[in-house]
């Protein structure tokens, strides 16, 4: 039987907002997932102050009556919650179709926990192009003619003034890869999160959640 996606990321959605506490200081990601996430947190009616990492869910959080603040003085957070693109056996995952990957990594880096929530067509055995790329505009020709493969998005500028592109070559070892991209000089970030930086992936099948601890 086709799964039923939509439905699955209402439930991986409702799963993750079960683990927030009153009081707790959350990450908001970005992308359809999330999008489920905002409302079952709205109705929970808990005391917290989250951060949004793209404008979309920042509007979606305040629509649904959450505290949103800038993530400007807020040194740690107590959990992070966001979708994921590609999850690998071993907890690697590919995230930032919706651009906003460089946001995603910084907040998901500053929360004790990071939860990952996905429904039954993103965990993959093997992770493949495309990984997306955040780039600098100054010096852009001379990054892209650094990163063989890297294709340019027809797509906005980031909040942050990034130009956004996709890696499309063979990812391989995605450790090796992410080394390689981090050494570019003027790339700003990309899409490949270590499973270093997850505690748990909860991966929607049907109405059922699986939960996988990474780290």
């Known amino acids: 039987m086709t799964p039923d996606i939509p439905a699955e990321k209402c439930v991986a959605a409702e799963a993750a907002a079960a683990l927030v506490e009153d009081g707790?200081?959350?990450?908001?990601?970005?992308?359809?997932?999330?999008?489920?996430?905002?409302?079952?947190?709205?109705?929970?009616?808990?005391a917290l102050t989250c951060v949004a990492t793209s404008p979309a869910t920042e509007e979606l959080a305040?629509?649904?009556?959450?505290d949103v603040r800038a993530f400007t003085d807020i040194e740690r957070l107590d959990l992070a919650v966001d979708g994921a693109d590609q999850v690998d056996p071993a907890g690697w995952l590919v995230k930032g179709g919706g651009g906003a990957h460089t946001r995603e990594r910084i907040v998901a880096a500053a929360a004790d926990r990071f939860v990952v929530i996905v429904s039954s067509d993103k965990p993959v055995p093997r992770l493949h192009a495309p990984v997306p790329l955040e780039l600098l505009a100054f010096g852009l020709a001379a990054t892209l003619h650094a990163l063989p493969g890297a294709v340019l998005r027809n797509a906005p500028p980031t909040p942050d003034g990034g130009v956004l592109a996709d890696y499309r070559g063979d990812v391989g070892d995605p450790a090796l890869l992410?080394?390689?991209?981090?050494?570019?000089?003027?790339?700003?970030?990309?899409?490949?999160?270590?499973?270093?930086?997850?505690?748990t992936v909860l991966v929607a099948r049907g109405a059922d959640v699986e939960a996988r601890q990474i780290s």
């Open 62 to 66: 305040r629509a649904h009556g959450l």
């Open 24 to 46: 707790m200081r959350i990450g908001l990601g970005t992308g359809t997932t999330v999008a489920e996430l905002v409302p079952a947190l709205g109705r929970r009616g808990l």
């Open 178 to 199: 992410s080394e390689h991209l981090d050494a570019v000089p003027g790339l700003v970030s990309h899409g490949l999160f270590p499973p270093s930086m997850v505690s």
